[in-house]
């Protein structure tokens, strides 16, 4: 697969070869040189959103560098999942120590 900025280039040397060719073939023609210079102005703008284009996929993919890839997801969602059981395992061994914690809270509040 080409990079933009390849197919740019490749784009906007086809317009200049093209321009020229009709240059010559038609130099003495003041008609020919507007749409020579019409052709030219064309290509230098379609090379400079082809280049800031370029600029744009190269941004997101060096952003792209850094998310994890599938893999890294799943060991990540199943890591959360084992912690999510250990929490409900803390949370039901707690239970009691809550109750006592209640109870002696009563007692403490019933002598005084």
Known sequence: MMEIGSLAQI???AIAALA???SVLGAS???WEERIKVVAEAAAEATDQ???LADRVTRLERDMEHLPDNETAHRMEMAIVRLE???ETMD???KPVASI???MQ???MEKN
Request: proline share 0%.
């Open 92 to 94: 039901e061994r707690l």
């Open 85 to 87: 059981g250990r929490l």
């Open 11 to 13: 784009g906007s040397l």
């Open 106 to 108: 009563e007692i403490l």
């Open 101 to 103: 914690a209640t109870r």
């Open 29 to 31: 023609r003041k008609g």
């Open 50 to 52: 082809a280049g800031a």
């Open 20 to 22: 020229l060719v009709i």
